[in-house]
């Protein structure tokens, strides 16, 4: 196997382990450390600045800052219009690590796919009865880690 196929296979494993550890405690917990955000954010920048990573500097740099800006724009005006929270800090800084990660480009498809497998979860509790209402949590760190794996592989091996 060539030199630059075990990297690639070490930072997936590295990126995928990270994300299963994030989902999982958001999923828990709904707690996204900056411990765990900020060295997955930096680990892609520096995965993608120095070359060994999938993606280009310009377009892992503005992933990390458009994924990071997106998400805290969506929450700032949600607190703005509702006057309660809707999404935790950590959101944002997982969302700015995955743009490190993907690229910019991916990022629409990861929050889309994100926003899918949320409304399918909550039809599912509704289909099985449970009441469902607005003021319902849903981990989105969880949801966004479960969509950013798969395009991170395409991106890839794909």
């Not at 590295?14 to 707690?31: E, T």
Request: proline share 5%.
């Amino acid at each position: 196997m060539p030199t630059q196929d075990w990297i690639m296979l070490a930072l997936g494993l590295f990126y995928g382990g990270m994300l299963l550890w994030l989902a999982w405690l958001d999923a828990r917990y709904f707690w996204l450390p900056d411990r765990l955000t900020l060295p997955l954010l930096g680990c892609g920048l520096a995965a993608n600045l120095s070359g060994l990573g999938p993606v280009g500097t310009t377009d892992a740099l503005a992933g990390a800052m458009g994924g990071g800006a997106a998400l805290w724009a969506v929450a700032w005006g949600y607190k703005r219009w509702r006057g309660i929270d809707g999404l935790g800090g950590g959101d944002p800084k997982l969302f700015a690590a995955i743009g490190a990660w993907t690229g910019w480009h991916e990022l629409p498809l990861i929050l889309l796919t994100a926003s899918l497998i949320g409304l399918l979860f909550i039809a599912l509790r509704w289909l099985r009865g449970d009441k469902v209402h607005g003021r319902q949590r849903l981990p989105l760190g969880t949801l966004l880690a479960l969509a950013a794996w798969p395009v991170w592989v395409m991106i890839c091996w794909g």
